[in-house]
């Protein structure tokens, strides 16, 4: 395992809370914006959030993004554990486990961002998401 990081889910505030925490906490903020139409990273500033990371020493401290499905954001419950792993043989080992008498909400899968990556429910509604970096051929 690499890393374990709280990851956030927004309805749309996520760039407002971000940048309130990093005010809050004095750290550094990378905000990328969901893709627009082209393809490309949207440069409008009210764009909602793919991913952001509050960074300090180099390293994500708090993640987190808009959701895409408008509504879907409960409070309370808006939260996942965020686990990097170092292999995919690894992140599929912990999938596989944590997933037991659980539900998958996303398979593990290949991303556009270089990664297998996958979410779940545990059996005891805790919500993970696993991300292991690809490594290039």
């Known amino acids: 395992m690499k890393a374990l990081t709280a990851?956030?889910?927004f309805d749309g505030n996520c760039r407002q809370?971000?940048?309130f925490y990093q005010q809050c906490l004095a750290t550094g903020l990378e905000l990328n914006p969901y893709p627009d139409a082209s393809?490309?990273?949207s440069s409008d500033p009210a764009a909602k959030i793919m991913h952001a990371q509050l960074m300090r020493?180099?390293?994500p401290i708090l993640m987190a993004s808009d959701t895409?499905?408008?509504g879907s954001v409960k409070p309370g419950t808006n939260f996942s554990v965020a686990l990097e792993c170092d292999s995919v043989d690894?992140?599929?080992r912990v999938f596989a486990a944590l997933s037991q008498r659980g539900e998958v909400?996303?398979?593990l899968m290949d991303t556009p961002w270089g990664a297998r990556f996958g979410m779940l429910t545990d059996q005891f509604g805790v919500q993970w998401m696993l991300n292991c970096a690809l490594r290039p051929a």
Do not use: D, F
């Open 105 to 107: 909400r996303m398979p």
């Open 17 to 19: 809370a971000m940048s």
């Open 7 to 9: 990851y956030l889910s």
């Open 57 to 59: 020493a180099g390293a």
């Open 39 to 41: 393809g490309q990273p």
């Open 68 to 70: 895409p499905q408008p």
């Open 90 to 92: 690894e992140a599929e």
